[in-house]
Every structure is written in C-alpha cells, then in structure tokens.
C-alpha cells in the first residue's frame, strides 16, 4: 500500500519550499499545500523541527509527506501510543536509510560484505524483549555509576586544556571528544581505536537518515563499507580478552552461553550502532543544552548558584532540544492515527521534538523552564521496551559536564552573531559548532587563572 515516489516528482517554488506533483496520499485523500510543502532536509525543519511542525500539531497533526513517502506524526499522545504498541507499529525500518541506495552504492557496500541485520533498535518482540534482558546488565545505574570516576577525570582534563585561553568551541574542544571516549570505555574497545571511532560516527548519520547527493553516495558508501570492517575486527579483537570491562566483552560472554541468541554478526551490527548510538546522540545532546542553557542566562545563572538544580535542568534540556528528533516505524495492519486511517506497511515518521512541545503534555512548551514539574515525561529517550537503552549514560555524562562547566566557567557566554549549523537529517540534531568566551582573569577556581 506504501508507494515508492522519485525525488524528482517534487519541484520547487520560487522561495525554495517543495511542492509535489503527487496530489493524493496512498489512501486517496488530498494533500495539503502543508503537507506537500514539508521537507526534513533544509530550511524550517533543520533549524527548529518542533517550530517547524506547530502549525501541524494545531491543524494537520497526521500528514502524508510525498517528499519523504511517509506518514509525519507530530503529536504527543499519538506518538506516545504508537511506542506502546510495538506489535502495531514495527521497529524494523528504523535504520533502514532514508534515502534510497544507489546501485553503485550498493555494489560498493557488497565490496565490504556489509550485512547489517537486526539490532535492539529495530527488533520486533519477542526477540527483542529476549535479547535486550540478556544486553541489559552494563547499562543499569549502578553500573553506570562506576564510571563517574573516569568521565570526570576525562572531562576535567578536556577543561584544562582551554581553561584559561578565554575562548572555546565546546563541541570541537570538549563535548565531541569526550562522549567518544565514554563510548568505547562502556563498549570495552581499545584507547588506540578511539580516532578511527570519532572518524565512522559522521558517515552513519548522514547514511540512515541523511539525504546525500547522488555525487555523495559512493564517499558515504565506502566509508560505511570501512566502518562495518572495522566493528567486525574490533569484535574479533575483544575476543581475545574475554574476561575485559563493557558492553561487548559482556555480550560475547552472554554468547558462549546462548549462541544463537547473540551470533557474531549481531556482535559486529551492536558494535557498530552502539559507537553511533553511545557518541554522536550524546555529543548533540551535550550541544544543545548548552546553546539552550546560555541563551536562558537567568536558567544557566540559577543553575550554577544552585547545583541540585542539575537534573531538572537536564530532563528539561532534553525536552526542549533533545538530540533525538525523530524515530521511525511501519504499520503491520491497517490502523488509524490521530483519526487519520493508515493503511499497513504504511512508514511513519514519528517526530519526538514536536511531541515534546504539545502544549497538551507541557503548559507554554516554547518556555525553557529549568523547574517544569513533568519535564521528565519527553520522549526523547522513545518509550515502552524500546526507551533507550543508553538514557542513564547520557545523562550521567551530562551531569557531570553540567556541573564542572558551572564550577570552572560559571561566567562564560556565547559569541555573539555565531550561526549554528546542523547535520542535515530527519532524526538526530546537534549544532556543529558552539563557540564561548569569558575573562580568564575572572575564573573562580584561583588555579583556572592565568
């Protein structure tokens, strides 16, 4: 029932906004000039999703998006419930890429042997439920905690390094390195793998869920060729040192016992996702708390004068500019959504930013309020059995990039006139650059001075 439409049935106005040539949705209805207009890729949707679609949620909360050939889902109770219904609302295309491969491209991925299969992301039950039991261990809290220790070693030596120079980009200086170095410490990969890791996390994004030009495909395509070899040789790797810390080395002890359950080539696709899933979500999500929290300098002010605040501040963050935008899934039988009928195998795009700016589940959802009593209830983090399984790492590295920045550069400020740039891509969101500055002279930690 879903139907496959070229790019090119989609042309342009004169102020650049899509217009498609495809005038019904694949159950017959029009579409509006809205919904034809829509477009993931540029313009309002890459530079505030959750303003973009406020019209939607108010008026077309349910569309079809010719553009995309996918149902665009905007607001929080219909995404709420398509999450608690996994048998419904399939997990499976999840990372399915969202732009069509090239054949050319494709021969190239065959080069590497890359045959991603099934990963907890995009499982369907009862598989899923199993396998994420057996994974769950290394990611509760009190795991978690143990290695507060070293992310606070880690990011104190980051700060050090641009301290008392006055100026910092934060995403390049801190916020990209730092997750990246968590991940694999979680993971159990080896220090020496960590550049080529940092290199690999880039080209998966725009992969999945970017839309690469033609020219680009063949570039993104080997470089995803490279990454899947390189997972399968670190998996080969952690082998070796069957008894070392993290993830891996936890789920390759799990596979000696159950075998088919964990086989190597779920090994090598966890390998894979987990790098993109534990470094680039956190980097973006370390960035766009912090643009949000200096451009609400009472909020940033409060919050340094009052440590406890931390956590509410970091769930709010998370509702206001998470870093996760969207997730995706298909239909198993006909449904209807927001009283909109969908019919089965239709694709959702399901747009979590916008849910997390109804102003249904959150009273004035455009104010950035530190103290908001149900900030915690966002979806960023999805919902049901496929939550994140990453959330309290995340916010155990937030927490602790919170409170040092606050303790070291309480007084630091965005430069003003910077403009912020995207990634672009339906699903995830993190500015590629955030640039601060302050007085050295006026750090409160006296060995901060220079």
Known sequence: MSVQHDI????????????????????GCPISHQAASFDPFRGAYQVNP?????????????????????????RYDDIKNIFKNPELFSAAITLEQITPVSEEAIEILDRYDFAPGPTIVNEDEPIHTERRRALMAPFEAEHVEKLAPKITEVVTSYIDRFVTRGKADLVDDLFYEVPCIVALLFLGVPDEDIETCRQFGMQQTLFTWGRPPAEEQNRVATGMGQFWEFAGGLVEKLKKTPDADGWIPHAIRVQKDNPELITDNYLQNIMMSGIL???????????????????????????????????????????????VVAWRRMTTDDTTVGGVEIPAGSRLLIVTSSANRDESMFPEPDTFDIERSNARRHLTFGLGTHTCMGATLARQELRIFIGELARRLPHMRLVEGQEFTYLPNTSFRGPEHVLIEWDPTQNPVPADRP
């Open 50 to 74: 959750a303003d973009a679609l406020k019209l939607a949620r108010k008026e077309e909360p349910v569309f079809y998006s010719p553009v995309l050939d996918y149902w665009v889902v905007t």
């Open 277 to 323: 899933a534990a470094h680039e979500t956190t980097t973006n999500a370390s960035g766009n708390a912090f643009r949000t929290l200096l451009e609400n300098r009472d909020a940033w002010e409060k919050l340094c004068n009052d440590p406890s605040l931390i956590n509410k501040a970091i769930e709010e963050c998370l509702r206001y500019a998470g870093s």
């Open 8 to 27: 090119s049935a989609v042309s342009t106005t004169p102020d650049g906004c899509p217009v498609s040539s495809v005038t019904q949705s694949p159950t």
